[in-house]
C-alpha cells in the first residue's frame, strides 16, 4: 500500500486572515492543529492573534467550548517559533479568565459547565434525561409536537439544547489549556506564573476525577450542574480527556477498552456519538435538523477519539487499544470522508449507511470541524512534536505496508521527509532498504525496521525556526469581509444571473476573503452567458499601495461537466490606465489554484509593447482594470483576487486600511449595522461602528511602554483597546491629535477604536511619534 503526503508551498484557505473572520470557535482549535503542518507559519500565527490580539471571544462574547491555549502550543511545538508562543502569553491568559465567571465556572464544584449545544453537542444524551415530562427523562419523542409551554410533556428546547452540564470534555478543555499556560510561563522564564497553572490544573483535574468519573459505568460522564443529576450513559466525549493526557492509568483505560465493541460505540462509519445501548441512541435521526449527536457520527469527535487511540496503541498499555485497532478506525474514518466516490466532510454521518446525515446546502459541504492530516501525521506515521533538537517517531503504519513517503514536511524550521521501502527497491534515487529520514534533501536517519525513531535533528532548531519566521509577512490588502461595502471594493462589467433579482456570482465574492474551488456552496464569479468574449474587472482600493503582484483563484469544472476553464488571455492595467502585466495566450494558468500575476515595466495601452515581467516590480496605484479573455467555447470564473503588498511595520498606520464594523453581510450582501464610512483619507465612526488595525509594534517590534498617536478629528469620544484587555476613552472636538502611552507586546498588536458618543474622525494611528 502506497501513501505520498507532499508538503504543499502555500495553503488556500477559505477565509482572510489578514481580517476579523468567522469562524465555529470550536472547530477553531482543530484548525490549528492542521494549520501546524504548513510551510507558510503566518496563517497559524493570523488564527492565533484572532483570539490573543484580536479579541474573538471578548468581541463576540464567549461561545463554544475549545482548546485553543493547547491547540496553539502544540502548534508552537511544530514550527519550533518559541519567541512568538511567549509573545502570546498575556492574550492565553485573558482568554482563559473570561470564563472564570459564574456564568461558566460554579465556585461550589469548581469545576466549568456549560449546555451541551455550547460544547458543540445539541441534541445529545443530557438534553434527553431531563427535556421529558416533570423535568425527568423523555418517554416518547414525538408528543403531538407540543413543547412544555404548550401543554405538551416534552420540553423540545431543553431536548435540543440540553441543560447547563459539567462535561468531561470541556473540563479537559480547560485543564489541557491551563496546562499550556504554564508551560508557555515556563518557556517565558516565568517560573512562579508556570507553577501558579500548574497547580490550578491539577486542581482542576482532580476535581474532574473525582467528580465526573462513574464508578458504576467506569467511564466519564456528564453531571448536571445545579442539580448534580449524573447522566449514565457512555458518550463518545468520554475519550476526550486521554487526548489531554487525563485519566490514564490502567483503570481509566480499561473504561475505555469496555466500549470498543459493536455493541457500543463501534459501527462500520463510526464511531457512535452516543453507545448503541443506550435508549436515546438512534442510527438514523428522528428530525430533519441537522446536527444530532446521540447516535450519529461526527468528523469532530472521531478525529479527537482516534488521537486518544492513536495515544494509548502507541504506549501499548491495552491489549485492545493496540494499533491494529488504530488501523481498523483510521480506515473507517478515512472511508467515511466520501461522497459520490470524491473527498467530502460533511458535519455528520449515519453510522450504519454510506450516506452523511448533516449533509444540508450551502451549510455542510467541506465542513471544516475536524482534523485528518494531523491524525495521519502524529497518530499514524507517530510524529510526536516537541521543543527540542531531538526527533521523535512512534509509527503506527501497518505492518504489511513495504513502502510509503512524507515529502518535505515542515518541523521547526527545515523540511522532513520520510521514506519507508522495505526492500529498497520501489523508490528510486540513493537510499538504503528500510526507514530513512531527510532534511532539506539531506541523508540524517536510517534504521532498517520501521520502529520507534529517536534522533538528534541534523541543526539547530532554535536559529532554523526563527530564520524561517522572520522571513517578510507579505497582505493581501483586497479582503474585505463587508464586501461589498466601502472598500475595497471590487466590480465586473457583467455578472450572471438567473432569476434577475439575487446574483449568486455578484463580483464582490472575488474579495469577501472566502477561497474554495466549489459550485456548492458558490463563491465565486463567473461571466457565464455573456455575450462578450471578455470580461473587465475593476478594483478600488481605499488608498494608493505598492502593489507587488496579483493573485486569482481560477475556478475550473470542466472535469465534473461544467463550462468553466482557465481564461485565453489576461492584461493588468493601473490607474493611469497604463499596462502592467500581459499574458496572451495565458499558458501558465493553473486549475483552481492561485495564480499569482507579477508586473512589468509600465507601458502606455498597447499590449504588444509589455517587457518581461519583474518579480520585484510593485506598481503603485488605488485602481486596478483586470481584463479576463475566455478561452475558446468556455467561460471563466474566479474565487477570490488577492492583491499582495510588503508588510506596514509602521510608525503610521491608515485606519481606512483596518476592518470597519459593525458586522457582517449576509451571502446576498445585505448589510448589518455597517456604521462606519471611509472618508477624506480616513474612517467616520457613526453610532456603533469601530474600526480595527492589526500589527501595530514598537520601532524595534519588541514589548514596551510606547507613546501612540491617534490622528483624528470630528466630535465625539472613542475607546482606543490594546489587544482587547485594556481600554483608554479619548474625546474630540474639531481635528486633534491625541497622544496616549500603551503597553504594547512583542510583535504585532491589535488597536480597536469604538464609537462612544458623537460622529468622531479616525485618520491614523502612529506610533511612538
Not at 519507508?420 to 537510499?431: A, C, F, L, R, V
Not at 495566450?585 to 499569482?596: M, R
Not at 465612526?685 to 488595525?693: I, K, P, R
Request: aromatic fraction near 12%.
Amino acid at each position: 500500500m502506497r501513501l505520498l503526503l507532499m508538503g504543499c508551498c502555500r495553503f488556500i484557505h477559505p477565509v482572510s486572515w489578514s481580517s476579523k473572520f468567522q469562524t465555529i470557535p470550536d472547530s477553531a482549535p482543530h484548525l490549528l492543529v492542521e494549520l501546524r503542518w504548513l510551510r507558510d507559519l503566518n496563517y497559524n500565527k493570523d488564527v492565533i492573534q484572532q483570539y490573543t490580539r484580536g479579541g474573538v471571544e471578548k468581541l463576540t462574547g464567549i461561545t463554544f467550548t475549545h482548546y485553543m491555549q493547547q491547540a496553539m502550543l502544540e502548534a508552537a511545538q511544530v514550527t519550533g517559533d518559541i519567541p512568538f508562543i511567549v509573545s502570546q502569553l498575556d492574550g492565553m491568559i485573558a482568554m482563559y479568565e473570561l470564563w472564570n465567571t459564574n456564568t461558566t465556572w460554579d465556585s461550589t464544584t469548581g469545576l466549568y459547565f456549560r449546555s451541551p449545544l455550547q460544547d458543540a453537542q445539541e441534541y445529545s444524551l443530557p438534553g434527553y434525561v431531563v427535556g421529558g415530562p416533570g423535568g425527568g427523562a423523555v418517554e416518547v419523542w414525538n408528543d403531538f409536537g407540543l413543547s412544555t409551554s404548550q401543554g405538551g410533556s416534552n420540553d423540545y428546547e431543553l431536548i435540543w439544547s440540553g441543560p447547563d452540564t459539567y462535561r468531561p470534555s470541556h473540563n479537559a478543555y480547560m485543564v489541557a489549556n491551563a496546562k499550556a499556560i504554564s508551560q508557555v510561563a515556563s518557556l517565558s522564564g516565568n517560573i512562579s506564573l508556570a507553577q501558579t497553572w500548574a497547580e490550578y490544573a491539577d486542581g482542576l483535574e482532580s476535581r474532574m476525577l473525582s467528580f465526573l468519573y462513574s464508578n458504576q459505568l467506569n467511564f466519564w460522564i456528564d453531571v448536571v450542574e445545579g442539580t448534580n443529576l449524573r447522566v449514565e450513559g457512555r458518550e463518545l466525549i468520554g475519550y476526550f480527556p486521554y487526548r489531554f493526557g487525563i485519566g490514564t492509568n490502567e483503570t481509566y483505560i480499561q473504561g475505555l477498552e469496555a466500549g470498543l465493541t459493536t455493541e457500543h460505540f463501534l459501527s462500520e462509519f463510526g464511531p457512535t456519538t452516543l453507545e448503541q445501548t443506550n435508549p436515546y441512541f438512534t442510527a438514523l435521526k428522528n428530525s430533519t435538523y441537522c446536527c444530532m449527536w446521540n447516535g450519529q457520527s461526527w468528523p469532530f469527535s472521531t478525529s479527537v477519539y482516534l488521537t486518544t487511540l492513536a495515544r494509548i496503541a502507541r504506549e501499548g498499555s491495552s491489549d485492545i487499544i493496540t494499533p491494529a485497532l488504530f488501523q481498523q478506525e483510521l480506515g473507517k474514518y478515512t472511508r467515511t470522508n466520501y461522497k459520490d466516490g470524491v473527498p467530502y466532510t460533511a458535519e455528520s454521518h449515519y453510522p450504519t449507511i454510506d450516506m452523511w446525515s448533516g449533509d444540508t446546502s450551502n451549510h455542510s459541504e467541506h465542513y471544516l470541524h475536524s482534523t485528518y492530516l494531523d491524525n495521519v501525521f502524529t497518530d499514524l506515521f507517530g510524529i510526536v512534536p516537541d521543543f527540542g533538537d531531538t526527533l521523535v517517531l512512534k509509527p503506527l503504519v501497518p505492518s504489511n505496508w513495504s513502502y510509503f513517503a512524507v515529502e518535505n514536511l515542515p518541523y521547526h524550521g527545515s523540511l522532513l521527509t520520510f521514506v519507508w521501502d522495505q526492500d529498497g527497491s520501489y523508490y528510486s534515487g540513493d537510499h538504503s532498504a528500510g526507514l530513512s529520514i531527510y532534511s532539506n534533501g539531506t541523508l540524517f536517519h536510517h534504521q532498517t525496521e520501521l520502529g520507534p525513531v529517536n534522533c538528534t535533528l541534523p541543526f539547530a532548531t532554535v536559529d532554523a525556526a526563527q530564520t524561517l519566521a522572520a522571513q517578510p509577512e507579505w497582505q493581501n490588502i483586497l479582503a474585505n469581509p463587508n464586501s461589498p461595502y466601502n472598500l475595497p471594493l471590487v466590480t465586473a462589467d457583467y455578472a450572471l444571473s438567473t432569476n434577475g433579482d439575487i446574483q449568486p456570482w455578484v463580483a464582490w465574492k472575488m474579495n469577501d476573503g472566502l477561497l474554495w474551488y466549489d459550485t456548492t456552496p458558490d463563491n465565486f464569479w463567473t461571466n457565464n452567458q455573456s455575450r462578450i468574449p471578455y470580461s473587465t474587472i475593476n478594483v478600488t482600493l481605499a488608498r494608493p499601495r505598492k502593489i507587488h503582484t496579483v493573485s486569482l483563484a481560477v475556478l475550473v469544472d470542466t472535469e465534473r461537466g461544467g463550462v468553466s476553464a482557465c481564461p485565453e488571455g489576461i492584461k493588468i492595467v493601473d490607474g493611469k490606465g497604463d499596462t502592467v502585466a500581459f499574458k496572451n495566450p495565458w499558458t501558465d494558468c493553473v486549475p483552481n489554484a492561485l495564480n499569482t500575476v507579477p508586473f512589468a515595466t509600465p507601458t502606455p495601452d498597447d499590449s504588444s509593447n509589455v517587457t518581461t515581467p519583474n518579480q520585484d516590480y510593485t506598481v503603485e496605484t488605488d485602481f486596478l482594470q483586470i481584463i479576463l479573455s475566455d478561452k475558446l467555447e468556455y467561460t471563466t470564473s474566479v474565487s477570490e483576487i488577492q492583491i499582495w503588498v510588503a508588510p506596514n511595520m509602521g510608525p503610521r498606520h491608515e485606519a481606512e486600511d483596518g476592518v470597519i464594523g459593525t458586522f457582517i453581510g449576509s451571502y446576498e450582501g445585505r448589510p448589518s449595522g455597517l456604521n462606519g464610512t471611509i472618508e477624506n483619507g480616513g474612517v467616520t465612526l457613526h453610532a456603533g461602528a469601530w474600526v480595527e488595525l492589526s500589527g501595530v509594534r514598537t520601532a524595534n517590534g519588541e514589548a514596551g511602554r510606547t507613546q501612540v498617536t491617534v490622528v483624528g478629528g470630528g466630535d465625539g469620544t472613542v475607546d482606543v483597546m490594546l489587544n482587547w484587555m485594556t481600554n483608554t476613552t479619548l474625546t474630540f472636538s474639531s481635528a486633534a491629535n491625541k497622544t496616549i502611552e500603551l503597553d504594547l507586546l512583542r510583535g504585532g498588536n491589535w488597536v480597536t477604536i469604538f464609537q462612544r458618543t458623537g460622529i468622531p474622525f479616525v485618520d491614523a494611528v502612529v506610533v511612538g511619534v
